[in-house]
């Protein structure tokens, strides 16, 4: 009865979904979410826990956050000619630009791989999704975008830059020519900014169809739940009308803002796992059958040989460490496996369990 009265009202393409999955870390070295694995020096959270007594949890949050955006403009470099609309975490604001172009027949248009709450947003939206495949470098295949947004003319187009799960930053050019191309909006997703060579920042404002994400996620505050869409203010006073009320809650707002005035903290462990990175990089292709991508974020996406993906993932479970096993989507990610860039001595934890079971299993 219960069952069949939740199948009757619950939209068929919501049923056939399964809940975002996040898996139980407690124990593990935690290399698979690309969080930022350091804590703050003690003084610094003294400092916050100071500034957070005087917040008033009675009230609700500045609706417009300002202090908070006039912050996150001189952290992000966003163009004074430029709107700012937060969210909470770029995922709801990947789902506000949606639900505000969504309509019967419309698509979202993403090269793959790709972050996967595209395709979930799309869904849960109604919208149709279209991915199309990168190049075999992992690059945009201009040909490829220019047929697929001829014959879908996609109301949004989204390019992680760098890109998730596959680390690279696509060409500059080549993001250029699908922004000309596009019929629609082009969202250039920089989630990995702080680990990154190249920003679409400055780009805003030279076509009329372009907007860039960011988030404070990747940099170091995942907790926060903070995201931002800088772009002209004609979409995003759109999209602002699709906004709940006080979609950063006070917590947030004050943290961020307390945080972001101490940039030099964050910058400090970003560089240092950028500079990781290169060495994790380096001990990962040394490692025999081991193939890793370059990368300009904050993780790196290996290959191992052929069907031990699996076996590579549970035997570094077994040895207390979770990455994110990429090979069961198949396709370009066939026998691929992504590691976070973790504090060095995770990184060599991480080297050397992949190291036993490589020898163990392959
Ligand atoms: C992690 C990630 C996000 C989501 O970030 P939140 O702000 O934490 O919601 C968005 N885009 C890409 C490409 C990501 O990898």
């Known amino acids: 009865m219960l069952r069949e009265l939740v199948d009757r009202w619950v939209r068929p393409e919501i049923r056939a979904l399964n809940a975002y999955h996040v898996p139980d870390a407690r124990g593990y070295i935690k290399l698979d979410a690309m969080e930022n694995p350091y804590p703050w020096p003690p003084e610094l959270v003294e400092q916050w826990l100071t500034a957070l007594r005087s917040v008033s949890l009675n009230r609700y949050p500045d609706p417009a956050s300002s202090r908070l955006k006039t912050r996150l403009r001189t952290t992000m470099g966003v163009p004074d000619a430029m709107g700012l609309l937060l969210g909470n975490g770029s995922d709801e604001l990947i789902q506000m630009i949606a639900m505000a172009v969504a309509g019967p027949g419309r698509s979202i248009l993403v090269p793959e791989p790709a972050f996967a709450m595209y395709r979930i947003i799309a869904t849960l939206v109604g919208m149709d999704y279209v991915g199309v495949p990168l190049d075999t470098t992992f690059d ?103 906004r709940l009320p006080y979609n950063i809650n006070v917590l947030t707002q004050a943290s961020a803002e307390f945080a972001l005035t101490h940039r030099e903290v964050l910058d400090g462990q970003t560089a240092r796992i950028r500079e990781d990175r290169e060495r994790l990089f380096k001990a990962l292709g040394d490692l025999p059958g081991v193939q890793p991508f370059p990368s300009d974020a904050n993780f790196v996406l290996f290959r191992v ?37 973790g504090a060095p001595e995770e990184n060599q934890a991480f080297l050397a369990a992949l190291n036993e079971v490589l020898r163990a299993c392959c």
């Open 305 to 341: 040989p052929a069907g031990r993906a699996a076996a590579v993932f549970e035997g570094l479970k077994s040895h207390g460490v979770l990455i994110k096993n990429l090979s069961v989507s198949g396709g370009a990610l066939a026998d691929c496996l992504r590691v976070t860039v």
């Open 140 to 242: 945009i295949d201009v040909d490829a975008m220019a047929a697929a947004l001829q014959a879908h003319k996609p109301a949004l187009v989204f390019l992680a830059h760098p890109n998730n799960p596959t680390g690279n930053q696509f060409s500059i050019e080549r993001i250029e020519r699908v922004i000309e191309m596009a019929p629609g909006l082009v969202v250039v997703d920089e989630a990995y900014a702080a680990f990154a060579r190249h920003s679409f920042m400055d780009a805003l404002g030279r076509y009329d169809n372009l907007l860039v994400l960011r988030t404070v996620s990747k940099m170091g505050l995942a907790g926060l739940r903070l995201g931002l869409l800088a772009g002209p203010a004609c979409w995003l006073d759109e999209f602002d009308k699709v």
